[in-house]
T-cell receptor, first 116, second 111 residues
Framework: DAGVTQSPTHLIKTRGQHVTLRCSPI?????VSWYQQVLGQGPQFIFQ???????GRGNFPDRFSARQFPNYSSELNVNALLLGDSALYLC???????????????FGAGSRLTVL | KQEVTQIPAALSVPEGENLVLNCSFT??????LQWFRQDPGKGLTSLLL?????REQTSGRLNASLDKSSGRSTLYIAASQPGDSATYLC??????????FGTGTRLKVLA
């Protein structure tokens, strides 16, 4: 069974450009989360989608947006790229353990974005 | 505001040593705590999940404990091997879907 797949794995953009990152969750997982990891730091929460609806948003500017499709795959879009957007962007799909509310994350390998 | 701290930031040990990685969090209202491993430039691999009602979890040479009241978790690695070299991250689930991560402990096991 395939894990969480992300594309592209690496990309280089220039300031002001736009980028779209894609994520396919594990089969059967309806929840997708996006995290940004700057070098040397822990991942920071950006968005969480469940059943195609945004359920959570982190402290990121409106230049960041996302959506989830009927097949539960997801896109993260970043407009007007800044140098500081250079990071590893991680997608996680999850299976909610209903009784406890625990949300077990499984991460993809990430998309490394470099902004020049 | 939940904050997660990991100590030490980096650790270098000889092969075969038992070691403990520490994670502390400021708000005890968590759903669960997960420990992850991250190899350089790679994604995160889940190691252990401890639900809020549990005290510890074990998988092979790894044992993780959780003390919610004191806001602490430890990851114990027995008989460390060079292949254990990686960054270890702890994360707490706050709210239904959001995780807060620590900055990680970079572990190097010397052969």
């Amino acid at each position: 069974d395939a894990g969480v797949t992300q594309s592209p794995t690496h990309l280089i953009k220039t300031r002001g450009q736009h980028v779209t990152l894609r994520c396919s969750p594990i089969s059967g997982h309806k929840s997708v989360s996006w995290y940004q990891q700057v070098l040397g730091q822990g991942p920071q929460f950006i968005f969480q989608y469940y059943e195609k609806e945004e359920r959570g948003r982190g402290n990121f500017p409106d230049r960041f947006s996302a959506r989830q499709f009927p097949n539960y795959s997801s896109e993260l879009n970043v407009n007007a790229l800044l140098l500081g957007d250079s990071a590893l962007y991680l997608c996680a799909s999850s299976l909610l353990i209903q009784a406890s509310g625990a949300n077990v994350l499984t991460f993809g390998a990430g998309s490394r974005l470099t902004v020049l | 505001k939940q904050e997660v701290t990991q100590i030490p930031a980096a650790l270098s040990v000889p092969e075969g040593e038992n070691l403990v990685l520490n994670c502390s969090f400021t708000d005890s209202a968590i759903y669960n705590l997960q420990w992850f491993r991250q190899d350089p430039g790679k994604g995160l691999t889940s190691l252990l999940l401890i639900q809020s009602s549990q005290r510890e979890q074990t998988s092979g040479r790894l044992n993780a404990s959780l003390d919610k009241s004191s806001g602490r978790s430890t990851l114990y690695i027995a008989a460390s091997q060079p292949g254990d070299s990686a960054t270890y991250l702890c994360a707490v689930q706050t709210g239904t879907y959001k995780y807060i991560f620590g900055t990680g402990t970079r572990l190097k096991v010397l052969a």
